[in-house]
C-alpha cells in the first residue's frame, strides 16, 4: 500500500493537534479506550468539547501549556494509503524540531487561523517547507465557523498565500477551508461552504500524486551492511543491504561501486526471504553482485554512466540546532547517508532570514535555530548530489565529536 508522509505546521494555537486529531478520529485509527481518556481529561479541565489536541500533544508540559513542544509522531491508515504524520512545532524557538520533521516529508500542511490570517509564522514555515523542498503544499484555513464560513475571508488568505508562495519554490498548493474542531472539510465535505468545490482534507491526502517525486532516473543505493550468515544452507551468501535512495535497481544491471570505482552487474534483488525483479525509493532491499569486489558500509552503488562525482568541498544550507554558536575553521564529525567523515567549516556565507528572505553576509556565526548557508572542507570524499536533485544523497547531519550529539542539518547545494 502506497505511503505519504506529511509534516504540519503553522503558528501558535492554530489547531494543528486538534486537526490530526480529527483526522484519526474521524478516519476511525483510535481506540474507544483513548477517545473515553481525552473526553475525561476534557472534562476535568472544565471544556465544554472534546479537546483532541491531547491525542498528540504526549508530553506534560505541552498538555499543560497547550502548545506542541517536540515532533511527535503518529501513524493511521485508511482503505487506499497508510499515513505517516510528524506534527511539528509553531515557535520559532523550535525551528530545529520543524526541521526534523520535515525533512523526510512528501507534503507540508500549514494551518492558519481564519481569524488571524497570514502570519510571520505561517510564512516562516512555508520558507521552511520550500527550503527542505517539500513538493507539496496544503494551505488548511482553520477555525472558518468563528468567522462565519466566511468567502470573502477565505478568498482573502487564499490570494495572499498564493502570491507569497510565487517567491518560494513551491510546484503544488492546494487551499482549503475547515474546521478541525467541529470537522468541516477534514473527512466529510461540508455544507457549510457551498462555494468551496475543492477536495476535504483527507480526499487531497488520499489521493495527492507522491510516486513521481521520487528521482527514478540516477540510480543511488548507499550500502548499510555487508550480509554474509556463513550458515550451511547460505554458505556463500553475500549482499549489500540499504535503502534505495534514487533510481531502479534490476537484475543484470551493470553497476559500479564507489569510491573504488570497481564495476560489477547486478546478480539478485533481494526482499525479506523472496527475489524482487526491481527495487525503487524508498525499498529496503539486498543487492547480491556477479563479481567479488570489495564494498564495505558507507560505499554508494551506482549506474557506471551516471554515478555523483566524489567530493571534499561542500556548499550546503544548514540549520543550526545547539546553543554554542556554528563558527568558521570550527571541526566536527559529518553523517552524509551510510558513509561518516569529519569536516571542518571553511566560511559562513551569509544567515538567511527566514521571515523575509533577506541574506546577512556580515554574520561570523550561525546560534541556535539559525539556517545559512557554509562551505564544508570533508576529509575524505563524500558522494552526493544537490538537495533539489536528491534529498537522501543531498543532506547530511553535523555531529559534536565530543559529545556525540547531533548540532546541525545541512542540504547541499553543489559538491566539488
Not at 19 to 31: A, E, M, N, V, W
Not at 149 to 171: C, D, G, M, R
Not at 268 to 273: N, P, R, T
Request: proline share 5%; net charge negative.
Amino acid at each position: 500500500m502506497d505511503l505519504l508522509r506529511f509534516a504540519t505546521a503553522g503558528s501558535v494555537d492554530d489547531g494543528k493537534s486538534t486537526l490530526i486529531g480529527r483526522l484519526l478520529l474521524d478516519s476511525k485509527s483510535i481506540f474507544e479506550d483513548q477517545l473515553e481518556a481525552v473526553e475525561a481529561s476534557s472534562v476535568s479541565k472544565g471544556y465544554d468539547y472534546t479537546d483532541l489536541a491531547l491525542l498528540t500533544d504526549g508530553l506534560r508540559s505541552e498538555r499543560e501549556q497547550g502548545i506542541t513542544i517536540d515532533v511527535a509522531y503518529r501513524y493511521f491508515a485508511t482503505p487506499s494509503r497508510k499515513f505517516i504524520i510528524a506534527d511539528t512545532p509553531g515557535h520559532i524557538q523550535y525551528t530545529r524540531n520543524m526541521v526534523t520533521g520535515a525533512s523526510t516529508a512528501d507534503l507540508g500542511l500549514v494551518l492558519v487561523d481564519a481569524r488571524q490570517g497570514l502570519t510571520e509564522q505561517s510564512r516562516r514555515h512555508a520558507v521552511l517547507l520550500s527550503l527542505l523542498r517539500v513538493p507539496h503544499l496544503v494551505l488548511a484555513v482553520n477555525k472558518m465557523d468563528l468567522v462565519d464560513w466566511s468567502q470573502e475571508v477565505y478568498e482573502k488568505i487564499h490570494k495572499e498565500f498564493t502570491q507569497f508562495a510565487t517567491k518560494l519554490n513551491i510546484p503544488d498548493l492546494e487551499v482549503i477551508p475547515i474546521s478541525a474542531l467541529q470537522g468541516d472539510n477534514v473527512v466529510e465535505r461540508s455544507a457549510n461552504t457551498p462555494w468551496y468545490s475543492g477536495p476535504t482534507l483527507m480526499h487531497h491526502l488520499e489521493h495527492v500524486h507522491v510516486a513521481s517525486d521520487r528521482d527514478l532516473v540516477d540510480v543511488r543505493f548507499p550500502v548499510q551492511f555487508v550480509v554474509r550468515p556463513k550458515s550451511d544452507e547460505f554458505h556463500d551468501y553475500r549482499g549489500y543491504a540499504g535503502q534505495v535512495a534514487g533510481g531502479v535497481l534490476k537484475p543484470g544491471d551493470e553497476v559500479v561501486v564507489l569510491p573504488s570505482g570497481m564495476t560489477s552487474t547486478i546478480q539478485g534483488i533481494d526482499l525479506f526471504d523472496e527475489e524482487v525483479a526491481e527495487a525503487f525509493p524508498p525499498m529496503s532491499v539486498t543487492v547480491r553482485l556477479e563479481d567479488d569486489v570489495d564494498v564495505s558500509r558507507g560505499d554508494l552503488i551506482a549506474r557506471v554512466n551516471n554515478a555523483p562525482k566524489p567530493s571534499q568541498d561542500i556548499d550546503a544550507m544548514v540549520c543550526w540546532m545547539t546553543n554554542e554558536p556554528l563558527r568558521p575553521r570550527q571541526k566536527l564529525a559529518i553523517k552524509h547517508t551510510t558513509r561518516t567523515a569529519r569536516a571542518m567549516v571553511k566560511d559562513i556565507q551569509y544567515r538567511l532570514d527566514v521571515n523575509t528572505l533577506h541574506r546577512d553576509q556580515d554574520t561570523k556565526e550561525l546560534g541556535l535555530n539559525e539556517i545559512g548557508r557554509i562551505q564544508l572542507r570533508t576529509t575524505v570524499p563524500l558522494l552526493c548530489d544537490p538537495y533539489s536533485k536528491n534529498r537522501t544523497t543531498g543532506s547530511f547531519i553535523l555531529i559534536d565529536e565530543a559529545t556525540g550529539v547531533t548540532v546541525g542539518a545541512g542540504m547541499i547545494n553543489n559538491a566539488s
